[in-house]
């Protein structure tokens, strides 16, 4: 028995697809009839019915005549199509994901007008793995001749890179455009290279300062929630104290010399570096240490008025 043939008729009926698209694609040589009827009709067997479905599913997915037709003629694996197409549609999500994300965040404005659109679209142009790239530059620049190992890297990495969220407000589209500027700043690099390098030595010993770090904050907010004076007795105790077991984890001498050292860190670490940090915080990043500068300000003025050895 001879393989079963349809006409062109047949296989609209069976395909559900109109005859002229069935006609289109023949023309275009994506279905080719299999032989043609001495009345020089087209005709199709039961594989140009598997071949046309095939092509309405990759249609109705998105692909292109073009890539359907070098799959069709074994230029193209059906994977290496699919996954293309995954990849476009992936970047067709993300693109209007972005926009829906552009037109909520200006919606949670009252009244908002041209200029909040245009502010928030182009705040919101630079992408996590735009930042991301930024932030890497940003470390390795700034970890460059210091004992800063490979782990410690990244894990100063993971602290320093910005993520914006996926629904952000109009205060975290705002932080996302502040904080891409300090990380291409050279002057900003430069002065946390110099921080980073003098602290980043080979005494230093990460867990106990990141121990006795937190230590301190702890008790300096539980200090200013009882508003006690930065000069008094147990605020003295609780500097010493943190001076001392800083020291410890430094590899330094708890002297004046090293309370000085603290405090020029402090100022440093107070202005644009404590800055990005808000402004990472406004994203939702979490601290091993907490960066309240309203409680390491009262912690910092404990140590102006501490008498240390000299």
């Given at each position: 028995?001879?393989?079963?043939?349809?006409?062109?008729?047949?296989?609209?009926?069976?395909?559900?697809?109109?005859?002229r698209?069935?006609?289109?694609?023949?023309?275009?040589?994506?279905?080719?009839?299999?032989?043609?009827?001495?009345?020089?009709?087209?005709?199709?067997?039961?594989?140009?019915?598997?071949?046309?479905?095939?092509?309405?599913?990759?249609?109705?997915?998105?692909?292109?005549?073009?890539?359907?037709?070098?799959?069709?003629?074994?230029?193209?694996?059906?994977?290496?199509?699919?996954?293309?197409?995954?990849?476009?549609?992936?970047?067709e999500?993300?693109?209007?994901?972005?926009?829906?994300t552009?037109?909520?965040?200006?919606?949670r404005?009252?009244?908002?007008?041209?200029g909040?659109?245009?502010r928030?679209?182009?705040?919101?142009?630079l992408?996590?793995?735009?930042?991301?790239?930024?932030?890497?530059?940003?470390?390795?620049?700034?970890?460059?001749?210091t004992?800063l190992?490979?782990?410690?890297?990244?894990?100063?990495?993971?602290?320093?890179?910005?993520?914006?969220?996926?629904?952000?407000?109009?205060?975290?589209?705002?932080?996302?455009?502040?904080?891409?500027?300090?990380?291409?700043?050279?002057?900003?690099?430069?002065?946390?290279?110099?921080?980073?390098?003098?602290?980043?030595?080979?005494a230093?010993?990460?867990?106990?300062?990141?121990?006795?770090s937190?230590?301190?904050?702890?008790?300096?907010?539980?200090?200013?929630?009882?508003?006690?004076?930065?000069?008094?007795?147990?605020?003295?105790?609780?500097?010493?104290?943190?001076?001392a077991?800083?020291?410890?984890?430094?590899?330094?001498?708890?002297?004046?010399?090293?309370?000085?050292?603290?405090?020029?860190?402090?100022?440093?670490?107070?202005?644009?570096?404590?800055r990005?940090?808000?402004?990472?915080?406004?994203?939702?990043?979490?601290?091993p240490?907490?960066?309240?500068?309203?409680?390491?300000?009262?912690l910092?003025?404990?140590?102006?008025?501490?008498?240390?050895?000299?």
């Amino acid at each position: 028995m001879g393989a079963k043939t349809y006409t062109i008729g047949d296989l609209a009926r069976l395909s559900g697809q109109p005859v002229r698209r069935i006609r289109f694609y023949s023309d275009r040589g994506l279905l080719p009839p299999t032989l043609r009827s001495a009345s020089n009709y087209r005709v199709y067997t039961d594989a140009d019915v598997a071949k046309l479905d095939l092509i309405q599913a990759l249609r109705e997915a998105g692909v292109g005549l073009d890539m359907i037709g070098r799959l069709l003629a074994r230029r193209l694996s059906l994977h290496d199509v699919l996954r293309t197409r995954l990849e476009i549609l992936e970047a067709e999500i993300a693109a209007k994901h972005r926009v829906a994300t552009i037109l909520r965040a200006t919606l949670r404005i009252p009244n908002p007008a041209d200029g909040d659109l245009r502010r928030i679209w182009t705040m919101s142009n630079l992408s996590n793995q735009q930042m991301k790239a930024l932030a890497e530059q940003f470390v390795d620049a700034i970890a460059a001749g210091t004992a800063l190992d490979a782990p410690r890297r990244r894990q100063l990495l993971a602290m320093t890179v910005p993520e914006l969220p996926e629904d952000p407000t109009p205060d975290q589209i705002t932080a996302w455009d502040e904080l891409s500027r300090p990380l291409a700043d050279p002057t900003f690099v430069r002065e946390v290279q110099e921080g980073t390098k003098a602290f980043w030595t080979d005494a230093l010993d990460p867990d106990a300062y990141r121990t006795a770090s937190r230590i301190a904050y702890e008790n300096a907010a539980k200090a200013t929630a009882r508003h006690l004076s930065p000069g008094s007795p147990e605020a003295q105790a609780l500097a010493r104290t943190w001076l001392a077991e800083s020291a410890r984890a430094l590899g330094r001498m708890p002297d004046s010399a090293f309370r000085d050292w603290h405090l020029t860190q402090y100022e440093r670490n107070g202005g644009r570096l404590g800055r990005y940090q808000e402004l990472l915080g406004v994203l939702g990043k979490d601290f091993p240490i907490a960066v309240d500068r309203t409680v390491w300000r009262w912690l910092n003025d404990a140590l102006k008025n501490l008498q240390p050895a000299p």
